[in-house]
């Protein structure tokens, strides 16, 4: 391992592992930390849509596979570890709970936070109630009644695929964002009799072991609604804790970037979803990817030339 990277890309998502491939090919020492584990929010994934340079049956594993090869074929080490923090100076510090790693750039390609609801005792219901998953979890509610939280097309999404499996789907999304549901797979749900939407919120959780009912309130209205699960993809927001503040953002909280995807800092990067103005989708995270993998080899090109030339 070299004692400091050209690139640290931090998130091996799609555009991490693109970033990271394009970076490596390009000749540069490449280090692709995740803290799961390569394949971000594709790891959850069953058959891709919107996807229109792959073929119409792949799923989110054979991406992840495809992506991971090409990036270790370009020579991309991958790490485990949640980066901590990431240190300005010169080099730049990325910070585990296990190791630093030094770097001249860094990629920061970590997506969104995994969907809250924020109500008391949520943690309790993790993994016995709660999920983030349809195409893996779904399959153990068949049959029964399942909530979905949160609103934009993913969330819609998750609610078509359970719709095909459970008995009945309640989607349930802010009364601010119900408008995003009256096109494109919101329409769709409306032409299905097993799915409700309702405008509200999940207020409460209850059950003693596992989870047994939500609280929805609606219009200051508060209602009882049994059900074991519930899929969470609401107060989603980008995964830039660790920067402590380092980078510029847009009011969501998205890294602002110019059009090479280069942030605040000049030496760091961002791609994907963690980007401000991201549109969400694999093809567009791929894109950045590369976008952001040429950037940097530009850059770093272009200041050894400089080194070489004032020699
Ligand atoms: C339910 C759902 C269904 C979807 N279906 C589709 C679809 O069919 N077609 C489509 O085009 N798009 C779909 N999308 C959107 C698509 O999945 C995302 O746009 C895409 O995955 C974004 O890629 P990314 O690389 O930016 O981030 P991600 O895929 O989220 O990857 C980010 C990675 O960063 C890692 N990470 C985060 N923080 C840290 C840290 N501090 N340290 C180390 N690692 C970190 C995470 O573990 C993760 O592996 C869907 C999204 C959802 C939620």
């Known amino acids: 391992m070299p004692e400091c990277w050209d690139v640290v890309v931090i998130g091996a998502g799609p555009a991490g592992l693109t970033a990271a491939q394009v970076a490596g090919a390009s000749g540069l020492s490449c280090l692709c930390i995740d803290r799961l584990g390569p394949g971000g929010e594709l790891i959850n994934l069953g058959l891709l849509h919107d996807c229109p340079d792959l073929p119409p049956d792949t799923t989110g594993a054979d991406l992840v596979t495809r992506l991971m090869d090409a990036a270790t074929a370009a020579g991309v080490e991958l790490a485990f570890g949640e980066v901590r923090e990431l240190q300005r100076g010169e080099p730049r510090r990325i910070v585990t709970d296990d190791e630093t790693y030094q770097a001249r750039t860094v990629i920061v390609a970590t997506g969104l936070t995994p969907g809250r609801l924020g109500v008391p005792e949520e943690e309790r219901f993790d993994g016995v109630g709660l999920s983030h998953c349809a195409s893996c979890d779904g399959p153990l509610y068949k049959g029964e009644n399942v909530v979905v939280a949160g609103a934009g097309e993913w969330a819609a999404q998750e609610a078509l695929d359970l719709a095909a499996l459970a008995g009945h789907v309640t989607l349930i999304c802010p009364e601010h964002e119900a408008a995003r549901l009256s096109s494109g797979r919101g329409r769709q749900l409306a032409g299905l009799t097993n799915v409700t ?45 660790f920067t402590r503040g380092l980078l510029a953002v847009e009011a969501d909280g998205r890294a602002c970037v110019d059009g090479d995807l280069c942030t605040s800092d000049e030496q760091a990067y961002a791609a994907g979803d963690v980007r401000a103005g991201a549109p969400e989708r694999i093809a567009s995270a791929i894109a950045d990817g590369r976008r952001a993998g040429l950037a940097v080899a530009r850059l770093l090109r272009g200041r050894d030339g400089e080194q070489q030339g004032g020699r």
């Open 197 to 241: 939407v309702i405008p509200g919120r999940i207020a409460s959780l209850e059950g003693a072991e596992g989870l047994e009912a939500v609280v929805i309130e609606r219009a200051a209205i508060q209602e009882r609604h049994p059900t074991r699960a519930v899929f969470v993809q609401s107060n989603r927001r980008a995964a830039l804790d």
